[in-house]
Nanobody
C-alpha cells in the first residue's frame, strides 16, 4: 500500500507560479513511477506530467510543456510539480499518483495509488 499526500495548492494570479509537493510512503520510493494529473469541474481527470524511477525520464502533456516541471527527491520520498506562467485554464484539483510499473505512464488506469488532491485556482 502507498500513501500519497499533496500540498502546495492555492490561489494565484495568471502569470504566477506555484510548486506542488507530494510526499509518498509505503513502498520504495526510488522504484516508483510518479505522476501528476488534474481535474477541472465537469471534466475528466487528465494527465499532466510523469517521472520514471528507472532513469528519471519525464513526459508532459502538451498543454503544460515548457511551463511545468516535474522532479523527484528520492531521499525525501517526494515528487514536485513546479508550475510557472499559470493560466486560468490550469485551475483544477491536482492529484499525485504512483505505480510500481517502470516506464512512462500517462493514463489514469495505469496508476494504482492516488492522493487526495490539492486545489489550484488561477485568477485572470
Amino acid at each position: 500500500q502507498v500513501q500519497l499526500v499533496e500540498s502546495g495548492g492555492g490561489l494565484v494570479q495568471a502569470g504566477g507560479s506555484l510548486r506542488l509537493s507530494c510526499a509518498a510512503s509505503g513502498r520504495p520510493f526510488s522504484r516508483t513511477t510518479m505522476g501528476w494529473f488534474r481535474q477541472a469541474p465537469g471534466k475528466d481527470r487528465e494527465f499532466v506530467a510523469t517521472i520514471t524511477w528507472s532513469n528519471g525520464g519525464t513526459y508532459y502533456a502538451d498543454s503544460v510543456k515548457g511551463r511545468f516541471t516535474i522532479s523527484r527527491d528520492n531521499a525525501k520520498n517526494t515528487v514536485y510539480l513546479q508550475m510557472n506562467s499559470l493560466k486560468p485554464e490550469d485551475t483544477a484539483v491536482y492529484y499525485c499518483a504512483a505505480d510500481a510499473t517502470r516506464g512512462i505512464l500517462t493514463a489514469t488506469s495505469e496508476y494504482d495509488y492516488w492522493g487526495q488532491g490539492t486545489q489550484v485556482t488561477v485568477s485572470s
